[in-house]
């Protein structure tokens, strides 16, 4: 008899062991769950708010293409100003990033920054008289408006507000621009929305400041 009752002692005691156990393995593994999920959602959180800022800087700020004007000289436009501004809301701008795509129709080129930033203190009267005009690949840089000083040659950093123009020499690029010639192009910064360029120009020249965007 007391054979058979410490035997039944044993059994349920042998039970009592196993399901400790399950249960122990129940919570670790329920532990190494709530663990996984935390580390999900806190990457999920991290790229979902790396998701928004990059949305957010694509989508306001970037370039603002204000105007594209030409210089006539015998029947040829021999170079451009491009006249830019920042959109509301974008950060600064590193200019020496910026790159321009620029077409007429028949070629494609990129043009990089020039290491050149004329500042307007030093134009006088026309602006086309300046030298600093970029050649077949690089473009120049006239800050007409920079009031913190921040556009220079070395770092040209255009601040919202600032009104800085591309200086092109489209007979480097070009040859010249003739009437009737499509013109298309990219103002490409490192993030955000790029400034448009797309004119067609005038049929004929009769002045010698040509107004093409």
Request: proline letters at 3%.
């Amino acid at each position: 008899m007391k054979a058979n009752k410490l035997a039944i002692i044993e059994e349920r005691a042998s039970i009592g062991i196993g399901a400790m156990i399950v249960f122990i393995a129940m919570v670790l593994v329920a532990g190494i769950a709530a663990s996984v999920l935390v580390q999900t959602s806190s990457k999920l959180e991290m790229q979902a708010l790396r998701t928004g800022q990059e949305t957010i800087a694509e989508v306001a700020s970037g370039i603002k293409v204000n105007g594209v004007d030409g210089h006539n000289t015998s029947g040829k436009i021999d170079k451009m100003v491009i006249s830019i501004s920042l959109n509301a809301g974008s950060p600064n701008v590193d200019l020496s990033q910026a790159i321009v795509e620029i077409s007429d129709s028949t070629n494609k080129f990129v043009l990089a920054y020039g290491n050149d930033v004329t500042n307007s203190s030093s134009i006088d009267g026309n602006i086309y008289d300046i030298t600093a005009f970029g050649s077949s690949t690089t473009f120049d840089i006239i800050a007409l408006h920079d009031a913190d000083s921040s556009c220079t040659s070395s770092k040209p950093i255009m601040n919202y507000g600032d009104h800085v123009i591309f200086a092109i020499n489209s007979t480097a690029v070009f040859g010249g621009l003739s009437p009737r010639s499509n013109v298309g192009g990219l103002i490409i910064s490192e993030e955000g929305a790029p400034g448009i360029l797309g004119f067609d120009t005038p049929p004929s020249f009769s002045t010698e400041i040509v107004a093409l965007q």
